[in-house]
């Protein structure tokens, strides 16, 4: 019934196209009008549009006209005018869902559309790209577009300066990446001043390749880390502890290389910790505890499962871990939160300080700041589910501009890895025969490497293939009667090889882009793992602008400079080879994708066939798939290598079957929706954090912009006091009951008062609420006069400084306490506790006690600060050893690592804090007004003003109010 349905009237999907193309008429009914104006008239519009919106208009009432002047812009400057669905699609990224559009529909061009149109509020819009290559050379080609209208464009890759990254957030429009945005985010939260900030909101954010980055990319996070203090005798101790655990303490597992402790062993842990003093108040399992437990199982782990000289060797009085696949030395690798620190105490090597999280944000969280979000891909049906309950997000999909000629092959089944190399080698040889381009596609690096090695090398090719080969004419009889498949003669395949070809890993992007425009050219062969390339079209016959660059940088190197001539007739004379080679290449059936194996994704195999077939071209793809890969191996191997025993298979021989087809697609969906599970989970336990790293960021910018803080510090103060009391006089004690002495102490050590708070209690009759009204008026007076002795301008920068430092530093403990109770949170299942329930508790009660920290050392601070005149202070460090960390959930390097080492940041000057006021007096500090930090001191000392009037000295020993 529901295919009849669907038939009469359409999927959901067609009813939502259908809704699409009213608009797009009233775009197209505008086009002669936006033709006539002249290119000054046509910038103008930007003004218009922008009053409009300022008189109260609606954003989508301008979509018609803002895209019939963008498509006018399009055409005048790139000689582009886009395609009817190409405006479809700009209308889906307006109203925030995702548009999928296949390869070659242009989508670097739709996103001009959308992106003018919601740039004209001014709030700036971000569309973010997958490298810093395609970033730029985005950037470069649309802002064509875009400074037709009146509008700027920015673009952000590493190495800029904080400097550069404002200007380019500033843009009307900013190119970047999914990393240098999240990065940008979490450094403007490390900044003590607005002005240093360089995001300015997040009004608007289009994605392109939006699975990859939004599901994909998104499976790891952003993290900035820093080391933390030396702590070797703390691992030293700790590791002294777990050669006096019995067997009883601990049960290892070896399979998931894990170790926890029995109840034996946590009351034996429980009791030496005690006895080091390193156990705080309660039992092992106590909230203040969870640090030092974290740091005894890692000391069991590496005592108990890492074993020297398989997983790690010590090498010049270091720890260097062993890869377990290649046994290869990976030196400068370290394992995380504490374990490589408990390995190098267990061998007696230099401890080396651990790396604390500073600032940590996952994709999802950050993406979901946009006030609105859109993406394009050309795959994203499978993942709806995903981008509709993660992100809030829809998939519309846009019909192509020219029908799809493509054919897609069913899967070829093999039983084993070599005898589907061999029927892949053979293919090819057929291809390059015809002239036939072909992108083979693999699942991973080691795949590609396989697959090059197979086609370089007669030797390794004979070796490991060569026996599915007859080797002579009457073996080859002798196997057709025994009816093996026909195969050629081993000779025949070997005097082919080897065949010239390109491969793709996706590390050098702007060599990758390169490899890929000229791997439409009639017989070529380039093999790149599934997520190599995107972004850059495969043109048969060849890039025509990317052939007249190469040639371009052939003349300079040579030391010549063409004429225009020159090269408009090398234009000329590249384009007609194009044409040719196109024509060729079509001749033989266009481009052949073929794929090497089933990836875990159904969108990622579509990926893979979409790069064929693009503007209604014909094209061709092909699955080849055995038993021995991992998808089917993990999941139906031995059912599928008995099914094609009882059918009779022959060596060499393969099923394809539209059902065979299907199961691997029921195989993928199983896995997906495994994948989806395992990120639905993370996300939820980040969730509770991104409540609270929100809370924290947004106070941060309130005392930040806020120009006087003396309010919150008052309060603060305030809430001190009232804790102290409530603490050591609780509410309905008896007189006897109270801890006056407890009280005096604290307040001395807090406030740095000495009060006659004995006295106090002794009077007749007095209750708790009198005692903290005195001691609030103490306080009060006390803090008032060390305002007044300093000057309130002064003290105000002060208490915003400090209560900046405290807010960074509590935050920073609390991010690593997280992390602790995040790895050990699992075990409360085996109480019958929902662990998810469980973390959240805690975290909350965790983020309860960074508030109370982050008071009573603010209040202790700013109470027994002293300021004084210093002539030369010691200027205060910038962190240093900062490291950015992305990694790749697919090769588990850090993506940032290569960039950092290559460039590194620079650090531009502060920005000013004072300025000059009209009637300077250099003796009257109160006329100099907001004077810069570095600015000579108006005094007219030769000196900086920080080292002169504007020094000051913080101490914490001053107790004298």
């Excluded at 218009?48 to 301008?62: I, N, P, T, V």
């Excluded at 005898?419 to 036939?436: F, H, N, P, T």
């Excluded at 590609?448 to 370089?456: D, F, P, V, Y």
């Excluded at 100099?928 to 001191?937: D, H, K, L, M, T």
């Amino acid at each position: 019934m529901l295919p009849i349905v669907r038939k009469l009237f359409g999927s959901s999907n067609d009813r939502k196209v259908r809704r699409l193309r009213p608009i797009v008429d009233k775009i197209n009914a505008l086009e002669p009008d936006f033709e006539s104006l002249s290119n000054e008239g046509l910038a103008a519009k930007t003004g218009e549009f922008r009053a409009r919106l300022a008189d109260g208009a609606k954003l989508e009432s301008l979509i018609p006209e803002a895209f019939a002047a963008v498509r006018e812009a399009a055409k005048r400057t790139l000689g582009l005018r886009p395609y009817d669905v190409q405006m479809m699609g700009g209308i889906v990224l307006t109203e925030g869902s995702i548009a999928e559009m296949k390869t070659g529909e242009g989508k670097t061009l739709v996103a001009t559309l959308p992106v003018y149109l919601n740039a004209l509020p001014g709030k700036g819009v971000h569309v973010v790209t997958v490298n810093d290559y395609l970033a730029k050379r985005d950037a470069e080609w649309m802002a064509k577009v875009y400074g037709a209208l009146g509008m700027s464009t920015g673009v952000i890759m590493h190495g800029l300066s904080d400097e550069q990254r404002r200007a380019a957030y500033a843009c009307d429009i900013t190119y970047a990446t999914n990393n240098e945005l999240g990065f940008d985010y979490l450094r403007d939260n490390m900044k003590h001043s607005v002005e240093e900030m360089a995001q300015r909101g997040h009004a608007f954010a289009i994605v392109d390749e939006v699975d990859s980055i939004l599901i994909d990319e998104a499976r790891t996070p952003l993290i900035i880390s820093g080391r933390t203090e030396d702590r070797t005798d703390f691992y030293k101790t700790i590791n002294e502890l777990i050669p006096l655990l019995d067997e009883d303490c601990y049960e290892i597992d070896e399979k998931a290389r894990s170790i926890l402790l029995t109840e034996e062993g946590n009351e034996r842990v429980e009791e030496m910790l005690k006895e080091r003093d390193l156990l705080k108040e309660g039992d092992l399992y106590d909230i203040e505890n969870i640090s030092v437990v974290h740091h005894v199982n890692q000391a069991l782990k590496a005592h108990k499962i890492f074993q020297r000289d398989k997983d790690y060797i010590v090498k010049d009085n270091a720890v260097v871990l062993i890869d377990e696949f290649t046994g290869r030395m990976m030196p400068g690798r370290r394992l995380s939160e504490g374990l490589h620190q408990a390995i190098e105490a267990k061998e007696g090597t230099d401890i080396q300080p651990e790396n604390q999280t500073l600032a940590s944000v996952t994709f999802q969280n950050y993406f979901r700041l946009y006030d609105k979000l859109a993406g394009m891909t050309g795959t994203a049906s499978t993942e709806a589910d995903e981008f509709h309950s993660t992100y809030g997000l829809d998939v519309v999909e846009i019909p192509t501009n020219k029908p799809i000629a493509r054919i897609d092959d069913e899967d070829v089944v093999f039983r084993t890895a070599a005898e589907k190399y061999a029927a892949i080698v053979d293919d090819l040889i057929d291809c390059q025969d015809r002239g036939q381009p072909v992108l083979v596609g693999t699942a991973s690096i080691e795949k590609s490497e396989i697959i090059s090695a197979l086609l370089g090398d007669k030797n390794l090719f004979k070796k490991e293939v060569g026996h599915l080969y007859p080797k002579d004419a009457a073996e080859k009889e002798a196997w057709e009667k025994d009816g093996r498949p026909e195969r050629p003669l081993l000779k025949e395949i070997l005097a082919h090889l080897p065949i010239e070809h390109q491969v793709l890993n996706a590390r050098y992007h702007e060599a990758e882009a390169g490899i890929v425009a000229q791997a439409g050219v009639p017989g070529a062969v380039t093999i790149a793992t599934n997520m190599a390339g995107r972004g850059t079209d495969i043109q048969l016959g060849g890039n025509l602008d990317m052939r007249l660059e190469a040639w371009l940088d052939a003349q300079k190197t040579a030391g010549r400079e063409p004429s225009e001539a020159e090269i408009e007739a090398e234009r000329d004379s590249i384009a007609a080879d194009i044409a040719a080679k196109k024509q060729h290449a079509l001749d033989a059936g266009g481009l052949y994708v073929l794929a090497t194996e089933r990836h875990e994704s159904r969108r990622i195999d579509n990926q893979l066939r979409g790069r064929t077939g693009r503007q209604g071209d014909p094209g061709r793809s092909k699955f080849y798939v055995s038993v021995q890969d991992d998808l089917l191996r993990i999941f139906a191997a031995e059912r599928l290598d008995m099914i094609m025993r009882r059918l009779g298979l022959k060596e060499g021989e393969a099923i394809a079957h539209p059902w065979m087809s299907k199961a691997l697609e029921t195989s993928q969906g199983k896995v997906e929706q495994r994948n989806f599970d395992i990120r639905k989970n993370v996300l939820k336990y980040d969730d509770v954090m991104n409540d609270q790293r929100k809370a924290i960021f947004e106070q941060r910018i309130d005392f930040m912009t806020a120009d006087d803080v003396a309010d919150v510090i008052t309060d603060m103060r305030h809430d001190v006091a009232e804790d102290l009391v409530k603490h050591h006089i609780p509410p309905k004690a008896y007189a006897d009951q109270w801890d006056i002495e407890g009280l005096n102490l604290k307040v001395q050590e807090t406030f740095g008062l000495e009060l006659p708070i004995s006295e106090w209690a002794a009077e007749e009759g007095i209750a708790d609420e009198e005692i903290l009204e005195r001691l609030l008026s103490e306080a009060d007076k006390a803090y008032a006069a060390k305002v007044a002795s300093a000057s309130p301008d002064l003290m105000r920068r002060v208490e915003k400084s400090i209560l900046l430092q405290a807010i960074d530093l509590n935050w920073r403990e609390h991010l690593q306490n997280l992390d602790a109770m995040r790895s050990m949170i699992g075990l409360r299942s085996y109480a019958q506790r929902n662990p998810l329930n469980e973390y959240k508790q805690e975290a909350f009660e965790l983020f309860e006690r960074l508030t109370d920290n982050m008071r009573s050392e603010v209040t202790q601070k700013l109470m027994l600060l002293r300021l004084e005149r210093a002539p030369e202070p010691a200027a205060a460090p910038a962190p240093q050893g900062l490291t950015e960390t992305h990694i790749n959930p697919d090769t588990g390097r850090n993506e940032m690592a290569s960039a950092q080492q290559a460039a590194p940041r620079a650090r531009p000057p502060a920005p000013p804090l004072r300025k000059p006021a009209q009637n300077l007096d250099p003796t009257r500090p109160e006329t100099w007004g907001r004077v810069s930090r570095n600015a000579p001191c108006p005094c007219g000392s030769g000196k900086k003003y920080k080292h002169c009037h504007g020094a000051l000295t913080p101490s914490a020993t001053d107790n004298d109010g």
